[in-house]
């Protein structure tokens, strides 16, 4: 039996922040844009679980947070930013790559409050200028430093203050820094609270040379020994570290898979029917992002269009909630209309209803913290 939550009190003064959101109300919605269909269960998951969900929708720009209203209802907020892919949760920072920017926004609300409905605030603190550098994955290592993959250069970097970013590691068979996106290094993951895996979709030193690989080329790498885990990859995706054991997506294949990082075997855990990109865990429960073939696009040179006619599986766009220890896909998420195509989901521990404070109204002028006198 799940345990009961507290029900939060109202705070009406996080940190020193005005009494309560501007009076433009909550995030807008445009008609028509998108709608989403959960499946039965999917809001009590939630609740029992005790989480909310994060994700970037890529393509048409938009930042969602998925929680729970005061019924216990599904509810969400949704902000523009131009081309939001990377996106990570370390304590009270949430951290977003946009098309040339780097955003970190902070959680303006104690633990136990809410201010207008929400346990969860998060208000824009800074922002780093990279230019285009296509940002995939990120991750705040243990020290608080931000590690991204940097794919148009085919690194792992940091932000810096003076240039656009600073490398962390370079593959080995990269011979250059160039804006060539050589191997379409796209995903990282963390072991004890340092950057130790990455995926990359071809070992290719050549202007895009990854796209001749896509099939079967891809490569999970162990960044501290310099080595290859495993290969024969198809589009690998969301290299994550999760309770002693290693997982990744294999977004070429539809399969979510478990990675011996001693002997590069693979084992399947389910199949994702769709494009699988972005992976999170809460307990025993892994959240995967799916999205839909793209229209000037198709799965054709892939394995995943054979894999979804042996499953009589149709692509979505969708959060899909899969239980580790059946392999079985519990609760799921259904985006419908204009949003066709996700990149990065993230559990938010803790959070039942959170929120962000965006540009395009005048929230972000009128929220004001101050720190305790």
């Not at 977003?96 to 902070?106: E, M, N």
């Not at 296509?134 to 250069?153: Q, S, W």
């Amino acid at each position: 039996m799940a345990k009961k939550r507290k029900k939060p009190q109202a705070n009406p003064r996080p940190f020193g922040a005005r009494p309560e959101l501007p009076k433009s109300g909550p995030p807008r919605r445009v008609p028509n844009e998108f709608g989403l269909e959960p499946s039965e269960g999917f809001a009590a998951w939630l609740e029992e679980q005790e989480v909310g969900i994060a994700l970037s929708t890529y393509h048409t720009g938009r930042l969602f947070c998925l929680g729970l209203d005061e019924h216990s209802r599904l509810a969400w907020t949704v902000r523009a930013f131009q081309r939001a892919m990377g996106l990570c949760a370390a304590g009270q920072d949430l951290w977003l790559s946009s098309a040339y920017q780097v955003w970190r926004f902070r959680n303006m609300v104690e633990p136990g409050r809410t201010v207008s409905g929400y346990d969860r605030l998060y208000c824009p603190r800074t922002c780093h200028v990279t230019g285009t550098i296509d940002i995939h994955d990120m991750a705040v290592e243990a020290d608080g430093r931000l590690v991204f993959a940097n794919t148009l250069f085919g690194c792992v970097a940091t932000v810096d203050a003076d240039y656009s970013f600073r490398p962390v590691w370079r593959p080995w068979w990269i011979s250059a820094l160039q804006p060539e996106d050589r191997c379409h290094l796209n995903g990282l993951a963390l072991r004890d609270g340092r950057l130790r895996y990455v995926t990359a979709v071809g070992m290719a030193d050549a202007l895009e040379g990854w796209r001749a690989h896509r099939s079967s080329g891809g490569v999970l790498v162990d960044v501290e020994a310099n080595a290859v885990v495993a290969t024969g990859l198809s589009m690998p995706h969301s290299p994550r570290w999760h309770d002693g054991a290693l997982y990744l997506l294999n977004a070429g294949s539809g399969w979510l898979l478990r990675i011996d990082p001693a002997t590069g075997e693979k084992a399947p855990v389910c199949f994702c029917p769709g494009f699988a990109r972005g992976l999170s865990f809460t307990g025993p429960y892994a959240v995967v992002g799916i999205s839909d073939q793209r229209v000037d696009r198709t799965f054709s040179d892939l394995e995943l269009e054979g894999n979804l006619k042996s499953h009589n599986a149709r692509p979505s766009c969708a959060v899909l909630v899969i239980d580790l220890r059946s392999g079985e896909i519990a609760h799921r998420m259904t985006f419908s209309g204009q949003i066709t195509e996700l990149y990065e989901v993230t559990v938010l521990p803790g959070a039942r209803r959170a929120n962000v404070i965006g540009f395009m109204s005048d929230e972000v002028e009128r929220i004001l913290s101050i720190p305790p006198s």
